[in-house]
């Protein structure tokens, strides 16, 4: 017996999230229909203009937009800022350099400092037992 294949759809939403962009800026076609895991593949190998002047210039969506200004997206609320941001905006953020995003990016840096001694600690208990 044969097991028909059957073919891979994600929601628009879904694909965006996992090409990195901001639904709304997405041209209609692509926020319309469903993709496929193959259209997904092509879209991330050979990127067409719309998608590589996304990933560049924006509206990035939140977890792009707190990654680039190495903060948590729990940050980036408690900093006010709820809407996607162009790169343009994010570079601006960096040079003024406001005080919630230096108070944020220092709470990620301790985060990220804790994890990596727990991690070591981990490891250094899994060698010796």
Do not use: C, N
Not at 57 to 64: D, S, T, Y
């Amino acid at each position: 017996m044969k097991s028909q294949q059957t073919t891979q759809t994600m929601k628009p939403a879904t694909a965006a999230k996992k090409l990195g962009v901001y639904l709304p800026a997405t041209p209609a076609e692509f926020q319309d229909g469903v993709v496929t895991r193959a259209e997904l593949d092509a879209l991330q190998a050979e990127p067409p203009e719309w998608l590589r002047t996304l990933r560049s210039e924006g509206p990035h969506p939140r977890p792009v937009v707190a990654a680039k200004l190495g903060v948590s997206i729990a940050g980036l609320a408690r900093g006010g800022v709820t809407e996607a941001l162009t790169t343009e905006q994010i570079e601006a953020l960096k040079a003024e350099r406001p005080e919630w995003l230096e108070k944020e990016r220092a709470t990620q840096a301790e985060v990220r400092r804790e994890a990596a001694r727990l991690k070591a600690r981990d490891a250094e208990r899994a060698s010796e037992g």
